[in-house]
């Protein structure tokens, strides 16, 4: 990826060592602040966390006890997320990807209805979800409305990450299909859609991954109601909510938000590592 | 003859896929209508009642009491997140040097798997980071410590990787010809950077900052908890200020007719100020790209 | 005026042949690859096409399956029936028309599938063929390409784990699996070593009297030693033109066109 092709012997003025120190110590700064920030959070969350954390309810407005309906909650946010972003994601990848010639306009303003939804910040997403979920179509504050709204904010970036996985996989694969007079659908569900799995894998845990940190899209629409959901109709708090809620509105809660950053930030970790895993077996069964 | 069936069969599942494939394509598509729809016209109200002039001439932002000054917020968001980029982007580019041109291969490797999980943070965890460390170190040095600058040096760490990440991308794309060509011409490296690297890769640096600006504008959570969010014109960085998306994330509970509205409005405001930087970012890509394609 | 010269054997005048070409031309956006292209393929017989890079031969052999539909901003105009049935009509069916006209490009392109679901894939979208039909038709094209005895043993292992000439028998039994009356072969032998390169080509004259076949080649060694009838194309003023049709006799021992015999000889292209 560098390329250090700079000869050693060239003459090197003061303006030289000057960006060669800047650049550095820009380096070192933030891997130490990164450090700094991970390990504070460690260094306040660990002593909480325990396996009883991870299986009981919040006491006392969150200070004592654990976090198992937020897990609960989170997972059936991310499920109903996932049911929905999951068949709209594909579908729209695959006629991107494989029908750009036959529906090209088509295809064109779908991209740019995709590229704005990439840039609109999560707040709003929020405020779309409390009218539009909540409100017209009647879901109230549940876990419904709020996997619903994510399934909207995850949507462009699964796409482009499905999208990717299809266009490299090689034209020979269509060119051969296409010449045995295979239909479309037998090439893409037979041949395409096998060979760039392990691509869409990587899309599909980002998108759960953004789903999870995600906090601002969730106020209005899944709620802050701290016990375990009856149904998806219910409302339940996010992960990411509790840490907000305690932090910002439980005086002394701030041990257990650490704990629930701490929980948090391993299970991204997890899918962080999850994809590296996925794209690294890919990338070594190709060659 | 089995032949011909099957042939037809293959017709009609290709018709009802490409048919079902258009079907959800279009509902993706009509998500980014929906939203525009529904903000607008939940804002549509206050924009009739109140009228534009009315959030630069209130008195003051009491949304209760029919007060609706949006100014001290709209300053508040824009300082924010212009602080925090003016911060990043050194920073950022860097950083972006730093991978391209002078670490090791390893270590340039690593750094960047540094930044993108430095990018994976939630934000609600860099609040909560910036809310009971950053803060109380701000508060020692002079009160009350959630501030502006406590928004900014958020808001610049949360940013930070997004501009050394695409900054790196787009310095690698700068020919390794012209390097060389530097190399034998003996150049110092400060000269061939600053004279023929950096002004190359130019548009690609500049998209990656506002692509930045536009994360800082919108970001809600990080800034909701280490700001202060008191509505006010700060006299200095280490008064709080309140952004538009905290004001949102804050007041909706609990908002109701014209004051909700006002909200939408400044969903409005955030939505296009975002879009406005998303449109010049594209500009800057295809010119880029027509740039390329002359060459 | 036509553009290149006929071929004067009465013996095949005579018969009528399985694809007219006529007029072809061919343009991808503004910039013409080919055109002024007529030319007769006969039933049963080895039409090889040959000439230097960039003459429009790849292109040429795509019009005669319709491939050319997959390229954005490809047009193509001119006449090309296939016993009777226009090729090129928009109501063609492609689908039915690459079934009849099979197609061997010249890198290896097996799926990414097993070794046998390679060969059943196209099978089964062929039409509702019985499981033992399955493996007995498997393993009659691999016998015919030679393959059988190789792989008989990890039919259910990964194409892609086979060799590079293995692969392209492989591919070769792929469309053979469909019974096509026509297989286009795009450089087939181009990719591979010597060896294999042998093997293949000594499959394409296997082949020769159950199938029609036109072969683009480089190797003008390998289509003197192959092909009943060569097409001659060339370059000129930047677009592709066939300058020469005759049979393989004619067109080694006696090329009427200057060009031909140059190139023939080594001294151009």
């Known amino acids: 990826m560098a390329s250090k092709i700079f000869s050693q012997s060239s003459s090197k003025t003061w303006p030289d060592f000057l960006l060669l120190g800047a650049t550095w110590t820009t380096a ?144 020979s694969y269509r060119q051969g299909a296409a010449a045995l007079g295979l239909s479309k659908t037998t090439t893409l569900f037979k041949v395409l859609l096998p060979a760039a799995l392990p691509g869409l894998m990587v899309g599909l845990v980002l998108s759960v991954g953004r789903a999870l940190a995600e906090t601002a899209a969730l106020i209005f629409t899944s709620g802050y109601v701290d016990r375990f959901p009856a149904s998806l109709l219910d409302s339940g708090r996010a992960l990411s909510i509790h840490i907000f809620d305690l932090s910002m509105n439980v005086p002394g809660g701030d041990h257990n938000a650490a704990a629930s950053a701490l929980v948090l930030l391993a299970l991204l970790l997890i899918l962080n590592g999850l994809a590296a895993f996925i794209s690294l077996r890919w990338s070594t069964k190709i060659k | 003859m089995s032949s011909l069936a099957s042939l037809r069969q293959a017709k009609r599942n290709d018709w009802c896929l490409i048919n079902s494939l258009r079907i959800l394509a279009s509902v993706t598509a009509l998500v980014g209508v929906l939203i525009t729809v529904f903000v607008l016209k939940e804002a549509l109200p206050a924009l009739q009642s109140i009228g534009m002039l009315r959030f630069f001439g209130d008195d003051a932002w009491y949304p209760l009491e029919g007060q609706f000054n949006l100014v001290p917020i709209l300053l508040g968001t824009v300082l924010t997140a212009l602080g925090g980029v003016a911060i990043a982007t050194p920073l950022g580019l860097l950083s972006a040097l730093f991978c391209q041109f002078y670490a090791p291969n390893i270590l340039a490797s690593s750094y960047q798997r540094l930044l993108e999980l430095l990018a994976g943070i939630p934000s609600v965890v860099y609040g909560f980071w910036g809310l009971v460390v950053l803060v109380p170190k701000i508060n020692q040095l002079h009160p009350p410590g959630q501030s502006l600058l406590a928004g900014i040096l958020i808001l ?101 007719t014209d004051h909700r509205s006002v909200l939408f409005i400044s969903g409005l405001v955030l939505l296009a100020l975002v879009g406005l930087l998303v449109m010049m970012a594209s500009v800057l890509g295809s010119e880029e790209r027509e740039k390329t394609r002359g060459i | 005026m036509l553009s290149y010269h006929t071929n004067t054997d009465p013996d095949s005048v005579e018969v009528s042949p399985l694809i007219d070409v006529q007029q072809l031309r061919l343009r991808y956006g503004s910039h013409m690859a080919f055109e002024q292209v007529s030319l007769p393929i006969y039933a049963g017989q080895i039409t090889a096409i040959v000439g230097p890079s960039g003459c429009g031969k790849s292109s040429f052999l795509s019009c005669l399956n319709r491939m050319s539909d997959l390229v954005p901003d490809c047009h193509v105009d001119g006449q090309i029936h296939l016993a009777g049935t226009d090729i090129l009509h928009p109501n063609t069916d492609t689908l039915l028309l690459r079934r009849r006209v099979g197609m061997i490009f010249q890198r290896p392109n097996p799926f990414p599938l097993s070794i046998w679901e390679n060969l059943a894939l196209p099978l089964r979208e062929h039409g509702n063929i019985k499981r033992n039909r399955l493996a007995e038709t498997i393993e009659t094209v691999l016998r015919d390409v030679g393959l059988w005895s190789e792989v008989k043993d990890r039919l259910r292992q990964s194409a892609l784990t086979l060799s590079g000439g293995q692969q392209q028998r492989l591919c070769i039994a792929r469309a053979l699996v469909l019974q096509p009356e026509i297989l286009l072969l795009d450089e087939p032998c181009s990719a591979l070593d010597p060896i294999a390169s042998g093997i293949v080509e000594d499959l394409i004259v296997r082949l020769r009297p159950r199938y029609t076949q036109v072969v683009i080649t480089h190797n003008l060694a390998q289509a003197s030693r192959i092909a009943d009838q060569v097409g001659m194309f060339w370059v000129q003023n930047s677009v592709g033109r066939l300058i020469e049709f005759g049979t393989a006799q004619q067109i080694f021992a006696s090329p009427n066109h200057e060009l031909t015999a140059a190139y023939i000889s080594g001294g151009k292209g």
């Open chain 1, 28 to 171: 070192i700064s933030i891997t130490v602040i990164f450090l700094w920030v991970v390990l504070s959070i460690v260094g306040q969350g660990l002593g909480q966390l325990s396996l009883e954390f991870l299986l009981t309810e919040p006491m006392n407005a969150g200070r004592d006890g654990g976090i198992a309906p937020m897990l609960i909650s989170t997972l059936l946010i991310l499920v109903v997320c996932l049911a929905v972003a999951l068949p709209l994601g594909l579908g729209t990848a695959l006629l991107l990807a494989e029908f750009s010639v036959s529906d090209k306009r088509f295809g064109q303003w779908v991209r740019r209805s995709l590229d704005f939804l990439a840039g609109v910040p999560s707040i709003v997403f929020g405020l779309f979800g409390s009218v539009f979920f909540s409100k017209i179509l009647g879901l109230g504050f549940s876990l419904l409305s709020g996997g619903l709204t994510l399934a909207c904010m995850v949507l462009p970036l699964l796409i482009r990450a499905t999208e990717e996985g299809l266009r490299s996989q090689p034209a």
């Open chain 2, 156 to 256: 610049s760490l949360m940013i930070l990787p997004t501009v050394a990440l695409l900054s790196t991308a787009s310095l690698g794309d700068v020919p390794k010809a012209y390097l060389q060509g530097a190399d034998a011409l003996s150049l110092s490296r400060w000269t061939t950077l600053t004279r023929l690297v950096i002004p190359t890769a130019r548009s690609g640096l500049i998209t990656a900052i506002i692509l930045a600006t536009g994360r800082a504008l919108g970001e809600t959570m990080a800034v909701l908890m280490v700001c202060g969010n008191v509505v006010q014109i700060p006299n200095s960085v280490f008064d709080p200020v309140r952004s538009l998306a905290a004001n949102i994330a804050l007041e909706m509970a609990y908002a109701t």
